[in-house]
T-cell receptor, first 115, second 114 residues
């Protein structure tokens, strides 16, 4: 099965600085890597995802990079703002047989942006 | 478009009691997933429905957990009898396709077993 490791578990940055969260995965067949953001008391929401046919994807202040050879992918947030404070989860799909895939999540990174 | 809804949002029950959680997926989403997050740990997979069929229930902790999805619409997750270690936040998610596509999460049910 898939094993996803996420680091760091907590991250504090000054407003305006950049934040980087890294994840590694074990299943070389995985080809879809989403990032979810969960604000306090709210549901996890997809903020960006990347498929294995590209190495980088950007959406305004958020970017994700993927290194399939090394089996790791990273979330980059630039010009951080207080509203970026949340728990961020990376995930990778795990094939569990009989045509079923399910997401395996990292343990989450609690990002705090200090005004 | 209505999102994934879960009920109740919070539940506090005594050890040994029964609790039933409900999830209404986004209309038209055949794939429905249950996940659980225990305090401070990762979101862990419990099971996957495709329509009314259990595609994968390998993440269910034990036989005290029973999930159903009658008619392929809403799903229920029953815990009977509840134990202290069952406490956590139970998330439901749904998607149109089973792989490589966005999964939409509900707001979760916070279950506390005392």
């Amino acid at each position: 099965g898939e094993n996803v490791e996420q680091h760091p578990s907590t991250l504090s940055v000054q407003e305006g600085d950049s934040a980087v969260i890294k994840c590694t995965y074990s299943d070389s067949a995985s080809n879809y890597f989403p990032w979810y953001k969960q604000e306090l008391g709210k549901r996890p929401q997809l903020i960006i995802d990347i498929r294995s046919n590209v190495g980088e994807k950007k959406d305004q202040r958020i970017a994700v990079t993927l290194n399939k050879t090394a089996k790791h992918f990273s979330l980059h947030i630039t010009e951080t703002q207080p509203e970026d404070s949340a728990v961020y989860f990376c995930a990778a799909p795990a094939y569990s047989g009989a045509g079923s895939y399910q997401l395996t999540f990292g343990k989450g990174t609690k990002l705090s942006v200090i005004p | 478009e209505a999102g994934v809804t879960q009920f109740p949002s919070h539940s506090v029950i005594e050890k040994g009691q029964t609790v039933t959680l409900r999830c209404d997926p986004i209309s038209g989403h055949d794939n429905l997933y249950w996940y659980r997050r225990v305090m401070g740990k990762e979101i862990k997979f419990l099971l996957h429905f495709v329509k009314e069929s259990k595609q994968d229930e390998s993440g269910m902790p034990n036989n005290r957990f029973l999930a159903e999805r009658t008619g392929g619409t809403y799903s229920t997750l029953k815990v009977q009898p509840a134990e202290l270690e069952d406490s956590g936040v139970y998330f439901c998610a749904s998607s149109q396709l089973p792989v490589n596509t966005e999964a939409f999460f509900g707001q979760g049910t916070r279950l506390t077993v005392v």
